[in-house]
């Protein structure tokens, strides 16, 4: 009762690729020293939840402690753990055994890295919107223009008249109804066929760099997923990258599912309106205007 074990890391959060230090203590609060103090622990990610159980034997001298330090590289976005199940005491002679339950654990979280170059996509801020084009390959629907002006400092992109400017060699803005109040609900579909498929994290990568752009484009955006365990659709309204993190956050502890487009599917059965639809999967950006 008088031993301890623990096990750290120094960091909460860090990005996709990196290396992290993982430290196990070991602290002998007896009054006699111990031979061995063998520590069971184990390693998992919360969206691949094959457990890696390993060992690890510390000496446990008097009133020191003792520890070992090991790096640990992180290669998956998502929540990673770390824990301490148990471990178990000898006596010298190794004739007799206790064995202690623990309870010590860490979690990081893993994200894309800031650094990843983003791929623009100028077609999300025009198509749709043209009063003399409408696109039905994926359900594009366009609405008429009611008027039009030049364009003012800090109007949003998405509202330009493209072909106009380039044929006038101005910027000219459309008012319309149905983008006045425009918004993107961005669908990040949790499909995972199969513990070793890159699907996943492939789709984490083009959300995290998507949902960049959008903020880089100052566009007002919903960053959504369907939750399995609540059965609905769970959405943030993002401003700032720090949202952008919490919003991975809370879908990082979220259930996979291996129904291709299952999020896109229950979006159109829901009969949810939130302006321009883009589907993410692990193959891109998907354009989906509804």
């Known amino acids: 009762m008088k031993i301890e074990c623990s096990i750290s890391t120094t960091l909460v959060i860090t990005e996709k690729n990196t290396t992290i230090p993982v430290k196990i203590i070991a602290l002998n609060h007896c009054v006699f020293p111990i031979s061995d103090i063998e520590i069971k622990y184990h390693l998992k990610h919360y969206f691949y939840p094959n457990t890696q159980d390993l060992e690890i034997i510390l000496p446990g001298l008097l009133k020191q402690t003792n520890s070992a330090t090991f790096d640990l590289k992180l290669t998956k976005n998502g929540c990673f753990q770390a824990a301490i199940s ?8 190794r004739l007799f055994s206790f064995r202690k339950k623990v309870d010590s654990s860490f979690e990081v979280l893993v994200i894309p ?14 198509e749709g919107f043209d009063e003399y084009e409408e696109s039905s390959s994926k359900g594009n629907h366009s609405s008429n223009v009611t008027d039009l002006r030049e364009y003012i400092p800090g109007d949003r992109l998405q509202k330009i008249h493209w072909k106009l400017s380039a044929k006038i060699g101005k910027l000219m803005i459309k008012e319309n109804e149905n983008t006045t109040d425009h918004q993107f609900f961005v669908i990040n579909e949790l499909y995972l066929p199969s513990l070793d498929s890159p699907y996943l994290d492939l789709m984490l990568d083009h959300s995290f760099a998507f949902a960049k752009e959008l903020l880089a484009h100052q566009q007002n955006f919903f960053y959504a997923y369907y939750s399995k365990q609540k059965e609905d659709f769970v959405y943030f309204t993002l401003k700032s990258e720090e949202d952008l993190v919490e919003a991975l956050t809370e879908l990082y502890y979220e259930s996979t599912y ?12 829901s009969g949810l309106q939130k302006g321009s639809v883009v589907q993410i999967t692990h193959k891109g950006v998907e354009h989906v205007l509804i």
């Not at 148990?86 to 002679?93: A, G, K, Q, S, T």
């Not at 800031?114 to 100028?122: A, L």
């Open 86 to 93: 148990e471990f178990r005491i000898y006596d010298f002679l």
């Open 113 to 126: 890295s800031f650094s990843q170059e983003i791929t623009f996509h100028p077609d999300l801020y025009t």
């Open 258 to 269: 291996d129904l291709e487009n299952l999020g896109l599917i229950t979006y159109q059965q």
